[in-house]
């Protein structure tokens, strides 16, 4: 199994931690998630569990093909409609973002919605896969404001996509080449908010393991006030077979 690591921690001011997450092994790679859950009493805890659930039960499945981008997306409409049902009975509000990726040789696929985010660690460089989406990302987009009073903005936490919301899932997908020296790295929101990218970029830059790095970000966004649950997922990338 390629070296990966997979690190939640609660926060600093939160007393549950609605982020789920997951790292299957596939016949010819990975299989990395992080769901990050919104709405009351526990909706998001479920929600998010519904997700990456909804993964690995695909990853198992798979245990001898490949996972291809058609069936994680499959799987996440799969979870989006269990969401939408679980909410009908009672859990209204409820909802999750979802960044997937398969880790396979030379390539990685990915699939996202929402505001947690995939960024890949290449020749010293890093560089986010997904876009977030959110409300506060809307206007960093129309250069309304700038990423830097995105982070601290009010209103940072509006999603306009997530599972849960709409009567279909509205995802994005995406592909990137990789060689053996990358790192995926996907996380929530309680990372991004305290920590910024050249921080992040630097911390696995210099990293001695992926599970070391894991331990300094989720450390780094606590002491930058930890105002939310914490998700990292790391994974070594694959060279071209
Ligand atoms: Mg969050």
Redo the contacts with the bound molecule.
Sequence with gaps: MPEHACLSDVGRTRTEN??SSVVEELPDGLLCAVA?GMGGHAAGEVASRIAVDSLAELAHIARKGQVLLPSIEKAAERAHQEILEAAREGREGMGCTLTVAAVRPGRLEWLHVGDSRAYLLRDGDLRQLTDDDSWVAELVRQRIITAEQARDHPSR?VLTRALGFGTHAEVRTGTADTGSDDVLLIC???LTNHVPDDAIREMLHRRQTLADAARELVDAANDGGGS??ITVVLARCLAKA
């Design positions: 609605e982020d990050d936490n929530s929101d309680g939310d649950n």
